[in-house]
Structure formats: C-alpha cells, structure tokens
C-alpha cells in the first residue's frame, strides 16, 4: 500500500512546478477561509476593477495613455457608484421596509387561507396539521421581528462597515487599474524561475475570471431591467425590490431563480389573486428565466464557461460553504479553476523525467 501512495505521489508530485502550485492553492484556501471577511472590500476591488478592465482597453484603443484612461474609467464608476448609493438604494431600501411591514397581513391572510383546506380537502389535510403550520409560521414571524431589532442596534455598525467599504473599495479600484501591471510583477516575482504550468493555469483562469465576472454584470442589468420593466407594466408592488433580487438572483445558477420565484408569486397572489392578472404575471416571468437560461447565458458564456449543471450546482455547494456570499459568486470560476488545473497538470508531467518505474 505504502508503495502504492509513493508511487502515486511521485508521479504527481515530484515536478516542481506542481508542488508550488499546490502549495499556492494550499496557502490561498487557508487565507480565504481566515481572512475572508476581512479581504472581503479588497476582494470587491478586485471584481470591480475586472468589470472596468474592458473600459480601460477601450479608453486606449481610442488613443488615452494609461494614467488618462485609468482617471476616465474611474470617474465612470464613481458616478454609476453615487447614483446607486443616492438614488437607487434609497428607492429600494423603502420599498423593502415596505414589503417588511406587510410580511405580518400577508401572514395573516395566508392562515385564513389554510384554515379553509381541511374542508376542501379532508382526506389530504387535517385541522391538526393546519394548527401546526399556523404556529409554526407564527413563529417565524416572531424570529423575523426579533431580527429586525437586532438588525436596527447593529445598524451603527452596519453603517461604519458601509462607510468603510464607500472608501476602500473606490481607492483600492483606482490603484488595481493604474498600477495592475507593476502588482502581478511583485506577486510573481516570489515565484520559481520555471512556471510554465502556473503561467498556463494563471492565463486561462485570468481570461476566465475577466468575462465571467463582465458576463454575470451584464446578465445582471439585463435580466434585471427587463424584469423591472415586466412588473411596472403589470402594476407589481415592489416592482424595483423584486426586479432587483431577480437580477441579483442569477448569481446562484439554478437554484436562484427558483428561491426568486416564492416572493414574486407571494406578492402577485396577495396583490391580485388567483385571477388573469397574476397568471399572466408569472407566465412573463417564466419566459425571461427560460429566455435567460436559454438565450443570454449561452451567449454571454459560450466560450467561458463549459461545466456539467451537476459540477456547477455542487460548486455552489461547497464553495459557498466554505465562503458564504464570495464562494457562490465565484463558484464557477473556482469550478473551472480545478479543471483547469486537472487539464493542465499532466500536459507538465509529460515533459518532465519519467518517474513510473
């Protein structure tokens, strides 16, 4: 057995250039996992300045220096950045405490409902059960009410850490976008002379990381911006906050859309019922996902993305586990990172000593 182990570490482990690689992806895991939420703005830098890469190549297309293009871009993004903060958020965050505020009617309405299914349905529902379902959802509103307070102490805090990340983050993008040449120099300059498997690895995955991350902006904005446009001309309550989750909802492949679909169904029953209205609101909404999944994302991640649905929804498993938000935004490119590697790895054994025997 003992030999068998050998064998197999020799085979894989004896070229150098894998055990640094290893070793990296060792040392990278154990920062992420310590040190994640503390790397949590850098780490919204990183993704920010990726999204704005596409701009500065542009910007220098048409002529602008570096350090021109690198102003233009960021005063780009600090204006979208203000008018989110100023205008979108305020508009949202009332339309959320709306939404709070009616989670209690709502609740109300939906056991007045179920007490009626025991007597259309006897032979599949019990007073019992309905009593049970009652308390239970009692009880989560009560929790939901507990963590309101909780949420309205710590808003100090919760306001101190948005501060925080306002400036940060614009500092840490401007110097990610004027100075990203001279910081991969740095970073690699600790690395062994001979690379080439972590020089093929790191320009797959960098190509990657910059169209997933622009892909998933604009599957956003899309997605989202013609969901808003669906539910204002339906008169949805909550049209901005809803339209917003469905866009962000595209982040989790698969699982989003569906978790997305209970409080668009809520707020549409309790709106309109069950009448023309509210179908017709959920068939629109049936069509943008199937148009999403079937049309936007095989265009916009044709050549980006080419994973099985099951390693994407284990990706996002175990990686938002680990990670919580970031390990699900980045559970594809994590994802095609293994696979990239596992691709690579013996393409670099095979041009080194033979070690079978």
């Not at 703005?41 to 990726?50: D, E, G, H, M, S």
């Not at 890469?53 to 690198?70: D, E, F, I, V, W």
């Not at 339309?95 to 259309?120: C, D, H, N, T, Y």
Request: aromatic letters at 12%; a neutral charge; hydrophobic letters at 60%.
């Amino acid at each position: 057995m003992l030999k068998v182990v050998r064998r197999w570490i020799d085979r894989y482990f004896s070229d150098e250039e894998a055990l640094t690689l290893m070793l990296i992806l060792i040392a990278l895991l154990l920062v992420i996992l310590a040190l994640g939420n503390v790397l949590a703005p850098f780490l919204t830098a990183v993704v920010v300045a990726y999204l704005l890469q596409g701009a500065m190549n542009y910007c220098k297309r048409r002529g602008m220096g570096h350090l021109s293009a690198t102003i233009a871009v960021f005063l780009l993004f600090m204006t979208v950045m203000l008018t989110l903060i100023l205008i979108i958020l305020p508009a949202t965050w009332n339309q959320a405490v709306q939404f709070i505020s009616e989670i209690p009617r709502m609740a109300s309405k939906g056991q007045e409902l179920m007490m009626l299914l025991p007597e259309k349905y006897p032979e599949l529902v019990s007073v019992d059960q309905v009593k049970q379902w009652t308390k239970q959802i009692t009880d989560e509103l009560a929790s939901l009410g507990q963590l309101a307070v909780t949420f309205s102490l710590s808003g100090i805090a919760g306001l101190m850490g948005l501060l925080i990340y306002c400036v940060l983050v614009p500092i840490l993008v401007f110097f990610l976008l004027k100075d990203s040449t001279q910081i991969v120099n740095w970073m690699t300059a600790f690395l062994p002379s001979k690379r080439n498997l972590l020089t093929n690895v790191w320009a797959e995955m960098d190509v990657q990381i910059a169209n997933y991350i622009r892909g998933k902006a604009v599957e956003i904005v899309i997605v989202g911006g013609v969901s808003y446009i669906a539910f204002v001309i339906f008169g949805l309550n909550y049209a901005a906050l809803l339209a917003i989750a469905v866009g962000f909802s595209v982040l989790i492949p698969y699982i989003g859309a569906a978790v997305v679909t209970v409080p668009i169904a809520l707020v549409g029953y309790f709106q309109w019922g069950w009448n023309e209205t509210f179908f017709w609101l959920m068939a629109v909404y049936a069509v943008i996902q199937a148009l999403d999944g079937n049309v936007l994302v095989p265009l916009l991640f044709s050549e980006v993305v080419n994973l099985h649905p099951v390693a994407i929804i284990v990706a996002v498993l175990i990686f938002g586990g680990l990670w919580g938000f970031w390990g699900v935004f980045f559970a594809i490119p994590l994802a095609t990172l293994f696979k990239a590697i596992l691709r690579a790895w013996p393409v670099a054994l095979s041009n080194g000593p033979d070690v079978s025997n």
